[in-house]
């Protein structure tokens, strides 16, 4: 009997001190060379960036926030949106062995509060002023004095140092803080030849904003170490943007979510000449649907390599330039990476079962903890994936064995959701969940009883304390939930009766 346990090889280790803004900026490769275009409009650049410009702005703003008291080990908040202060103020940080915390700007103030409870941050940096934060702030016009001090160097911190913390949502509805380690951009290096084929010429497109986690590593942060270009762009995301900026901006590599791909294949026209340019596509963030591959494929003649990964590891699942195609599969196990299929007793399975997706804890990308919990110590981590392994390495995704939902890449709790829906008076019970609108498409649905609501007085509850990527698409007014004979909502049920098959809710 085969055990559903691979371990690929061995990777160098991290060496013992080590800081993740000097291994991403300050590796002293062609200063001169451009480390980051940001794109305003499909052939218009709005800034450019040298390797020497970029570290010595990352070294300015570290000088700024000591200067505003920001000492080794402090938590920091940025609330910043889609612009390149965001990676400048992030590796600052990250310069002085502070820990930056990534917020997405869609956060209300009510879902930022008890996040910066949680972290007992020193200080959040925000575009816009909070009222009453619970921690010293700087907004506006007074965080571009943290631009503008004279450079320090980048400090001395440890392989297992606290580099930086994202926050992500949780099976209880509460956002989960993930600590890792400075050596986590050590560990990415895993994914450039497990996924990328990253190669220092290389033109690297990320469709995500500045401030996304997925775009702060595949779309920064490696590119970056690698000694690449990376692209950004912060104008308008219009269906025809990413070809026409393909065209005009020659990528050689694009890393988007299935839904740009989608968004993109939608379009008429000459595919194939506007991504001339192209070796190849990455996606992660949600399951790529076969379909888009060989449609992208099709008409592109470019391969799409798809990942598997979650906030608390990044990718550590793939294809890849290097390893042959297997359909249907979500890659195979990274080099250097053990990963294993378990029961529910955590022991593992025989290949081709299924059970419960885990990571061995050894892993050097895998998070030191969950904010203000213990740090891990058990053999494996369990990722919420339900999986089955070839015997060669290759994992078949299976969905999550927990309610997390998908929003374009972010994960959601749909009892979050539902809790902020059962503050509207007149609604009774609640069950949020995914509803398949069409074929490879999928929304957040609400479903509700009490009271029968307008979807607009809906929507304008949710968002006065969700992000928008939070809100349901859909709402729908029920006279019962469905339950079983143990009187548990049977949302499968739900789901089936709202798929796009029978209805036309798009």
Not at 202 to 216: C, I, K, M, S
Not at 457 to 471: D, E, F, G, M, W
Request: aromatic letters at 8%; proline letters at 6%; glycine letters at 8%.
């Amino acid at each position: 009997m085969q055990q559903s346990v691979y371990k690929n090889g061995i990777f160098p280790p991290c060496p013992a001190h080590f800081n993740m803004a000097q291994h991403t900026l300050g590796h002293g490769k062609t200063p001169e060379k451009t480390a980051l275009e940001v794109i305003k409009t499909p052939g218009e650049i709005a800034e450019s960036w040298s390797y020497e410009a970029l570290q010595l702005a990352v070294l300015k703003a570290a000088a700024g926030f000591r200067k505003l008291g920001v000492i080794k080990g402090d938590r920091v908040a940025l609330r910043i949106g889609n612009r390149s202060d965001f990676p400048i103020l992030f590796f600052g940080l990250n310069a002085i062995g502070a820990v930056p915390v990534p917020l997405s700007g869609m956060l209300t103030d009510a879902e930022v509060l008890p996040i910066l409870n949680d972290l007992d941050a020193a200080l959040i940096c925000a575009d816009k002023p909070m009222q009453n934060p619970p921690c010293k702030q700087v907004s506006g016009d007074d965080m571009r004095d943290v631009f503008t001090a004279q450079p320090v160097d980048f400090v001395d911190t440890l392989a297992d140092d606290p580099a930086y913390i994202v926050f992500t949502s949780g099976s209880s509805g509460r956002p989960k803080g993930v600590v890792h380690a400075q050596r986590a951009a050590w560990a990415r290096r895993m994914m450039w030849e497990g996924w990328y084929g990253l190669q220092p010429d290389d033109r690297v497109l990320h469709a995500g904003a500045f401030n996304w986690t997925y775009t702060l590593g595949a779309g920064l942060t490696d590119p970056w170490a690698m000694g690449a270009t990376a692209l950004i762009y912060t104008g308008e995301k219009t269906r025809g943007v990413w070809a026409e900026i393909a065209a005009a901006h020659q990528p050689s590599i694009f890393a988007a979510v299935p839904g740009v791909y989608r968004q993109v294949l939608a379009m008429d026209g000459d595919l194939a000449r506007h991504f001339r340019s192209l070796r190849h596509g990455l996606s992660a963030g949600e399951t790529l649907p076969v379909r888009i591959q060989q449609d992208w494929n099709t008409r592109i003649g470019k391969p799409i390599y798809n990942a598997l990964g979650m906030s608390e590891i990044s990718t550590y699942i793939s294809h890849a330039p290097t390893t042959r195609p297997r359909g249907g599969t979500a890659g195979m196990v990274q080099t250097g990476r053990k990963v294993a299929v378990l029961n529910a007793d955590h022991q593992p399975v025989e290949i081709g079962q299924e059970g419960l997706l885990a990571v061995h804890c050894s892993d050097p990308g895998l998070m030191l903890n969950y904010l203000n919990q213990p740090p891990l110590t058990a053999e494996w981590f369990i990722t919420g994936d339900r999986a089955k392994m070839d015997t060669d390495g290759y994992v078949t995704h299976l969905g999550r064995d927990d309610d997390l939902l998908n929003a374009g890449g972010f994960r959601v709790s749909p009892l979050e959701v539902a809790n902020a829906l059962l503050t509207l008076n007149g609604i009774s019970e609640c069950v949020v969940t995914e509803v398949l609108v069409k074929r490879d498409t999928s929304v957040i649905a609400a479903f509700y009883t009490g009271a029968k609501q307008t979807d607009t007085v809906l929507k304008t509850h949710c968002t006065q304390s969700l992000a928008a990527y939070k809100c349901p698409r859909i709402f729908i007014h029920l006279e019962k939930l469905p339950r079983s004979e143990n009187g548990k909502i049977q949302k499968q049920n739900l789901q089936k009766k709202y798929d796009w098959k029978d209805n036309d809710h798009t």
